[in-house]
T-cell receptor
Framework: GQQLNQSPQSMFIQEGEDVSMNCTSSSIFNTWLWYKQDPGEGPVLLIALYKAGELTSNGRLTAQFGITRKDSFLNISASIPSDVGIYFCAGPRGDIWDTGKLIFGQGTTLQVKP | DGGITQSPKYLFRKEGQNVTLSCEQNLNHDAMYWYRQDPGQGLRLIYYSQIVNDFQKGDIAEGYSVSREKKESFPLTVTSAQKNPTAFYLC?????????????FGDGTRLSIL
């Protein structure tokens, strides 16, 4: 079945460093969503991508919809301690009709050392 | 403020007991979803509802039940048939029934076994 593979699984970086993570699939996706989850809370939508090649920014975050439609990238510039959390990518199920159901990657856990 | 409210934050279940997790939204969203999150894993879909009085099974519906009698409410019952209920449960909603309207999440309920 469809799967989303995120890498790396975890990262431990120094405050101020830039961060890159990605999400890949063997299937084509028409939408890519990036969420962040703080400990003990629900995921919060960071960026939504709807078009192949699209590059979208949200403050220090930048995400790209891969041109092959099989991958997406999330970059965080100049990391700060509050960037700590789990970052999930998600995309729509491969149903014939778009039912709104999502597939989630396993997440990338980010830790930032002050 | 508009949002999704899950209650309680923490819940304990005894053997053989059914427990119900509450999810209420005041966003006027049509679609609502229940996910289960286990440590180190992504989110797995339990049930979803795209309209009042209608709901569909997700990937791991066994041992769970739902109802959608009101647009604002989508309670999840974890029955005694669910043998491994310890997890973090997340409720989400979206404006419409497609992935072009991203899902927004509540802050979750953590369920443990006594």
């Amino acid at each position: 079945g469809q799967q989303l593979n995120q890498s790396p699984q975890s990262m431990f970086i120094q405050e101020g460093e830039d961060v890159s993570m990605n999400c890949t699939s063997s299937s084509i996706f028409n939408t890519w969503l990036w969420y962040k989850q703080d400990p003990g809370e629900g995921p919060v939508l960071l960026i939504a991508l709807y078009k192949a090649g699209e590059l979208t920014s949200n403050g220090r975050l930048t995400a790209q919809f891969g041109i092959t439609r099989k991958d997406s990238f999330l970059n965080i510039s100049a990391s700060i301690p509050s960037d700590v959390g789990i970052y999930f990518c998600a995309g729509p199920r491969g149903d014939i009709w778009d039912t709104g159901k999502l597939i989630f990657g396993q997440g990338t856990t980010l830790q930032v050392k002050p | 403020d508009g949002g999704i409210t899950q209650s309680p934050k923490y819940l304990f279940r005894k053997e053989g007991q059914n427990v119900t997790l509450s999810c209420e939204q005041n966003l006027n969203h049509d679609a609502m979803y229940w996910y289960r999150q286990d440590p180190g894993q992504g989110l797995r879909l339990i049930y979803y509802s795209q309209i009042v009085n209608d709901f569909q099974k997700g990937d791991i519906a066994e041992g769970y039940s739902v109802s959608r009698e009101k647009k604002e409410s989508f309670p999840l019952t974890v029955t005694s048939a669910q043998k491994n209920p310890t997890a973090f449960y997340l409720c989400a909603s979206s404006i419409g029934r497609t992935t072009y309207q991203p899902q927004h999440f509540g802050d979750g309920t953590r369920l443990s076994i006594l």
